[in-house]
């Protein structure tokens, strides 16, 4: 692995807990990791409740865009995260998969998306430890 491990993040639309897993790596690692987020059929636009319950803690993911995952990501990445995706998510030997079950944010309201937010950041904390990456915040 790379002095600066680089983390992509795998969800079908790649518009709420990719999304929401990207922000909480960004924030915690700082400089320490590269993030990249992507989906096998990206949506539109985020979801907006991912967006308000990150913001509610201090994290902005407005701007984000969901993007379809790229063969050139995949060769540049040292953990891969899948969130839902099943067999729709690419797999290259060599590279280490970790699966996250998480429930599927999609036409949530907020106070549903909240403790998906919750679980994605302790799932992140405990990456970020596996890592070797000291959290920036």
């Given amino acids: ?7 992509l993040f795998l969800c ?25 987020s992507a989906g096998s059929r990206p949506a539109d636009a985020v979801n907006p409740a991912a967006v308000e319950a990150m913001q509610e803690v201090g994290i902005d993911i407005a701007d984000a865009q969901p993007q379809r995952w790229t063969d050139e990501a995949l060769a540049s990445t040292d953990v891969v995260v899948t969130m839902g995706c099943g067999d729709e998510c690419p797999y290259v030997p060599g590279t280490r998969y970790l699966d996250w079950e998480l429930p599927d944010p999609a036409g949530q309201g907020v106070e549903a998306v909240r403790p998906i937010r919750d679980d994605i950041e302790r799932r992140v ?3 970020l430890d596996e890592l070797g990456v000291t959290p920036a915040a």
């Fill in 1 to 7: 692995m790379a002095d600066r491990p680089t983390v």
């Fill in 12 to 36: 079908v639309h790649n518009a709420g807990r990719s999304q929401m897993a990207a922000g909480w790596l960004r924030t915690l690692a700082g400089d320490g990791v590269r993030v990249l």
């Fill in 125 to 127: 904390r405990g990456l």
